[in-house]
T-cell receptor, first 115, second 115 residues
Framework: KAGVTQTPRYLIKTRGQQVTLSCSPI?????VSWYQQTPGQGLQFLFE???????NKGNFPGRFSGRQFSNSRSEMNVSTLELGDSALYLC??????????????FGEGSRLTVL | AQSVTQPDIHITVSEGASLELRCNYS??????LFWYVQSPGQGLQLLLK??????LVQGIKGFEAEFKRSQSSFNLRKPSVHWSDAAEYFC?????????????FGKGTTLSVSS
C-alpha cells in the first residue's frame, strides 16, 4: 500500500512569509504527527492529530499550527517565518488508538529553506 | 526531564564486522524504547521496539537491542554489518503510555561502512 506522502518536497521562502505543508497518511491510519528535524536540535515533536483533534503538542511557538481533515490528511502551517525555521519537516502516520503503539510510518519530509 | 543520549555521533565499521550503537535514556518509570533508521533522503523506519517482557528484542534487517534497566541503556547491535546498513540511527523514548506518538529522539549516530 502507498506510504506517507508529503508535499511539497522542497521549498524556499523568505523571512516573514508563511508556509503550508501537506501530509497524506497511509490509508486506514487515523493519527498524524509532525516532527521538525534540524542538525542542531535533531528531531523534535511538533504535534499529533487524531480524528481531526490535536491530541498532543510539543514545545513550539504559536506560529506553528496544524489541522487534520476528515480523510485524515493533515496540514501544518508556519507563519511569520524565521531563519531558524529552516528544517526538514517530517510527517508520520500510525494506527494509533490513543496509547503508545510505537510504529510511526514516516514520509520523506518537506525541506524548508528560509532566506 | 526525559532525554535520550546517543554518545557516538559517527561510527565507522568494516563490512562484516559487528556493530553496537549506544543509547542511554533518562526516565523514571519503565520507558517505551525504539530504534529508527534514516537513509539519506528518506524518512525514518522502525527497526525495533521494547515495551516490556524479554529484554532482548529482535528487529528487522538482523538488528537486535537489549534493554538494561540498571544502566538505563538500550543498545542496538548487529553481528555482521552490510554496506547497505550505512545510515543514521536514532534511539527514541515515549515517556509514558499517554505520550501517544510524541517520541523523544536522540541526536542520532551516523554509521559509515568501509569495505
Amino acid at each position: 500500500k502507498a506510504g506517507v506522502t508529503q508535499t511539497p518536497r522542497y521549498l524556499i521562502k523568505t523571512r516573514g512569509q508563511q508556509v503550508t505543508l501537506s501530509c497524506s497518511p497511509i490509508s486506514g491510519h487515523r493519527s498524524v504527527s509532525w516532527y521538525q528535524q534540524t542538525p542542531g536540535q535533531g528531531l523534535q515533536f511538533l504535534f499529533e492529530y487524531f480524528s481531526e483533534t490535536q491530541r498532543n503538542k510539543g514545545n513550539f511557538p504559536g506560529r506553528f499550527s496544524g489541522r487534520q481533515f476528515s480523510n485524515s490528511r493533515s496540514e501544518m502551517n508556519v507563519s511569520t517565518l524565521e531563519l531558524g525555521d529552516s528544517a526538514l519537516y517530517l510527517c508520520a502516520s500510525s494506527f494509533s488508538l490513543g496509547q503508545v503503539t510505537g510504529e510511526l510510518f514516516f514520509g520523506e519530509g518537506s525541506r524548508l529553506t528560509v532566506l | 526531564a526525559q532525554s535520550v543520549t546517543q554518545p557516538d555521533i559517527h561510527i565507522t565499521v568494516s563490512e562484516g564486522a559487528s556493530l553496537e550503537l549506544r543509547c542511554n535514556y533518562s526516565y523514571g518509570a519503565t520507558p517505551y524504547l525504539f530504534w529508527y533508521v534514516q537513509s539519506p533522503g528518506q524518512g525514518l523506519q522502525l527497526l525495533l521496539k521494547y515495551f516490556s517482557g524479554d529484554t532482548l528484542v529482535q528487529g528487522i534487517k538482523g538488528f537486535e537491542a537489549e534493554f538494561k534497566r540498571s544502566q538505563s541503556s538500550f543498545n542496538l547491535r548487529k553481528p555482521s554489518v552490510h554496506w547497505s546498513d550505512a545510515a543514521e540511527y536514532f534511539c527514541a523514548v515515549a515517556p509514558g503510555e499517554e505520550a501517544g506518538t510524541a517520541l523523544i529522539f536522540g541526536k542520532g549516530t551516523t554509521l559509515s561502512v568501509s569495505s
